[in-house]
């Protein structure tokens, strides 16, 4: 982690990040792609974290938003070790709702990880995921554009990274 000095505040940020969110369900099977406004979805957050010097791993760009899947283990065993080397792993759990995000949403929380959600203001998500705080270090981020994530992001993130949240094994 490292501490940056801004005019007002200073923060602590990230030398890595997990980014998640909905894929399979996104991929167009005519073109084998995610449309483009769902790939800036996540290039958005890829790119505050990278501009920022941080290491991101995101499966979205690595498997080529579609064009190169990776195999069931394979994808599932990079991101298991992915989350677990990242300092914070942040994802949208998805509308729709994204699967695999959810399994990742629970192996960050059991794994201790600070986590920070990007959740669709005005939409159903699972009690599992709104009901986090009490047993994971949480932020939430309900939003109705990418640019509110953009410039709520740095906040949530210090705030998660500079605590230490509950642990699941003394819940
Ligand atoms: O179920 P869904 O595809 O929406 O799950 C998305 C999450 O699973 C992403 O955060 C990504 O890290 C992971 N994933 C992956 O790494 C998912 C798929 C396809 O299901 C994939 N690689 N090929």
């Known amino acids: 982690m490292t501490t940056t ?17 909905p894929f399979y369900g996104l991929v167009n099977p005519e073109t084998g792609l995610m449309a483009e406004n769902d790939q800036e979805k996540i290039n958005r957050i890829i790119g505050h974290f990278e501009v920022a010097g941080a290491k991101v791993y995101n499966a979205h760009r690595r498997e080529a ?8 283990p394979e994808c599932t065993k990079l991101d298991f070790t992915e ?3 990242s300092d914070v792993f942040v ?3 998805g509308i729709p709702v994204s699967p695999g995000t959810h399994v990742e ?13 990007l959740l ?20 939430f981020i309900w939003f109705d554009t990418v640019d509110e994530i953009i410039e709520k992001l ?9 605590r230490s949240g509950p ?5």
Do not use: C
């Not at 938003?65 to 069931?72: D, H, I, P, R, S």
């Open 5 to 21: 000095d801004a005019p007002s505040t200073k923060r602590v940020t990230p030398e890595s990040v997990f980014v998640g969110g």
């Open 65 to 72: 938003w579609g064009a190169n899947f990776l195999t069931a």
């Open 83 to 85: 989350i677990s080397q």
């Open 91 to 93: 994802a949208y759990p």
């Open 105 to 117: 949403v629970g192996w960050a929380s059991a794994l201790g990880k600070p986590m920070v959600l």
């Open 120 to 139: 669709e203001k005005d939409a159903k998500h699972t009690f599992l995921v709104t009901g986090l705080e009490t047993v994971a270090n949480v932020e």
């Open 154 to 162: 740095p906040d949530a993130v210090h705030k998660v990274l500079t």
């Open 167 to 171: 642990a699941v094994a003394s819940a």
